[in-house]
């Protein structure tokens, strides 16, 4: 018989079985931490311009090959804590700005790493918590004063490029200045005349395999990889109507029989919905409609009187992209097949089908005329590398979207965050209470960003470290890593043209140590029993029995 082992006195025995609890420090935090190092020593390699990527194959079997962080952790089915943490802090950090995931979870593993080791020599929790607060308030006090240049013009083509190259080469190293163009005369053409609102859904990003890199473009207008429904593949100066249903009879479809009598009615069977259908297409041609954009399925009739009239149909399988392509066009997504008034009429000055590569695509292009859609046609070798540069271009698009609202930048290379650490590390020099050892592993944790940046370049770093810190300590804050040379060496950030945005940057050291100080802040964990159906038959003859129950 199975005996049943009694639980602990006190809390645990008051909770329902199954159900974990720890407690203390080496429950709660070490052994967290433990977890959470690993986790960040593999995600440290992804960081910088040459960092590696990851392929991550989640539970549905899809492939990831990439280098963002929020990306790895959302496919990850995580059950630590920490872990968890670490997720929702990228995530944040990747709604808020569209980058420094990275920068998040490396600087929140060093401060985590950085309280262990202060926690072993036997520094109480609160005085720890108390330290990271009152540094992260003196580097966000201090992080205005090392700005070194300000977006003037977002219209200006080239300063938009050469402030985008940084962003751009961490996600695909090498080709950053001509992807930095694509991005940014797209958000150039799509940016009002008033300069209000910058909105990123309106750049849409079309990936078709083959060619190079190189061989991207920006089409003015939207581009879908779809063939046209009917004969008519080309139209001038297009009048297009945009519906949200399917294109034919509306109503259920259901198997049926039907019994003939005579040939009269074999000759009037179907005879009244087609000649409905027929009055439909009718009247939309007389509306001058020669484009016509369907959200659903299209009836073969339909299509017979569509090409007798000459009217190109095109199907979208996106609500997404049927709402930009009216946006784009000015056209009123109508509810049901009617002939659409002048006002829901949109305009386009050319609508034809192409074969780019392999790949047969729908162009829906103004040429030259103001539109408020842009996509940015990708093209690569392969799939892995399409999504690389698929990152890169909406990361460039969400730092554009930052820079509209703040038009600040930092200097870039490791250049802010050893700035910051000098200065850091002098007030925790000085400052009389406990909190100065928190200060002080502030500071340590800041400098652990450009010695992953030299690492992953493959440079010596602590010659190279030892070489950055001199100069800021002689008041160059500019200085940064030199990654690209065979050479240990620094460099000029803000002359070169490495430029990081500051709400990133402001954001993301926020956030990493918000993170910090909450999880030194638990004392207790409790895990609940997971809910789900039995467990599945296994070796253990009591697989139905809880984890308590001993033979």
């Not at 797209?186 to 940016?191: K, N, Q, S």
Request: charged content about 20%; proline content about 5%; hydrophobic content about 40%.
């Amino acid at each position: 018989m199975a005996a049943h082992v009694p639980t602990a006195p006190g809390l645990p025995q008051m909770l329902q079985a199954g159900m974990k609890y720890f407690s203390g420090l080496q429950e709660t935090l070490f052994t967290n931490l433990t977890a959470c190092k690993a986790l960040v020593r593999s995600l440290r390699t992804c960081y910088g311009p040459l960092g590696c990527n990851k392929l991550v194959v989640n539970h549905l079997g899809k492939s990831f090959h990439t280098s963002h962080a929020a990306t790895i952790l959302r496919e990850l089915e995580l059950e630590n804590p920490v872990a968890c943490l670490l997720r929702t802090a990228a995530e944040a950090q990747d709604e808020e700005t569209g980058d420094g995931t990275n920068f998040v979870i490396l600087l929140a593993g060093a401060l985590l790493e950085n309280a262990e080791k202060l926690l072993r020599s036997g520094l109480p929790v609160v005085h720890i918590r108390a330290g990271y607060e009152m540094a992260c308030k003196e580097v966000l006090r201090l992080l205005p004063g090392l700005c070194c240049h300000v977006l003037k013009n977002p219209r200006d083509v080239n300063e938009v490029l050469w402030v985008l190259q940084t962003i751009v080469s961490s996600k695909v190293f090498g080709h950053q200045k001509f992807l930095s163009m694509l991005v940014a005369k797209a958000c150039v053409l799509v940016l009002p005349p008033d300069r209000t609102t910058f909105n990123p859904d309106l750049i849409c990003v079309c990936k078709i395999l083959g060619g190079g890199v190189t061989d991207s473009s920006v089409v003015e207008g939207m581009v879908i990889c779809r063939e046209a429904e009917g004969s008519v593949r080309r139209v001038e100066r297009a009048r297009i109507a945009a519906f949200s249903c399917p294109f034919g009879p509306s109503g259920f479809k259901a198997n049926n029989t039907v019994i003939f009598t005579s040939a009269s009615d074999i000759r009037l069977f179907g005879k009244s919905e087609e000649h409905q259908i027929e009055q439909y297409v009718m009247a939309i041609a007389r509306a001058s409609i020669n484009v016509v954009v369907v959200g659903g399925n299209v009836d073969d009739k339909a299509l017979f009187y569509a090409n007798r009239y000459r009217i190109m149909v095109v199907r979208l399988t996106s609500r997404m992209e049927l709402q930009r392509l009216c946006q784009a066009v000015g056209a009123t997504l109508l509810l049901n097949i009617a002939a659409p008034s002048p006002e829901e009429i949109g305009h386009c000055r050319r609508v034809y089908m192409t074969e780019i590569g392999s790949t047969n695509v729908i162009i829906f292009s103004q040429d030259g005329i103001a539109c408020p859609v842009a996509t940015v046609v990708l093209r690569g070798a392969t799939t892995e590398m399409l999504d690389c540069v698929e990152e890169a271009i909406h990361d460039g698009v969400n730092v554009y979207k930052i820079l509209h609202s703040d038009a600040r930048l930092l200097p870039g290379a490791g250049a802010a965050e050893m700035a910051l650490s000098v200065r850091l590390n002098t007030l925790g020099m000085y400052y009389p209470g406990p909190e100065q050892y928190g200060i002080l592993e502030f500071s340590q944790a800041l400098k652990t960003l450009p010695a992953t940046l030299a690492e992953n370049a493959g440079q010596p770093v602590n010659e190279l470290m030892a070489k950055i810190e001199v100069q800021h300590q002689l008041g160059t804050q500019n200085t940064g890593i030199r990654l690209v040379s065979e050479e240990a060496g620094t460099i000029d950030a803000a002359k070169e043209g490495l430029l990081d945005p500051f709400m990133v940057k402001y954001r993301g050291i926020t956030l990493a140590t918000q993170m910090a100080v909450t999880l030194l802040g638990v004392s207790e964990i409790m895990v609940a029993k997971k809910s789900g159906g039995p467990k599945p038959r296994g070796e253990n003859p009591n697989w139905d029995q809880e984890p308590d129950s001993l033979d």
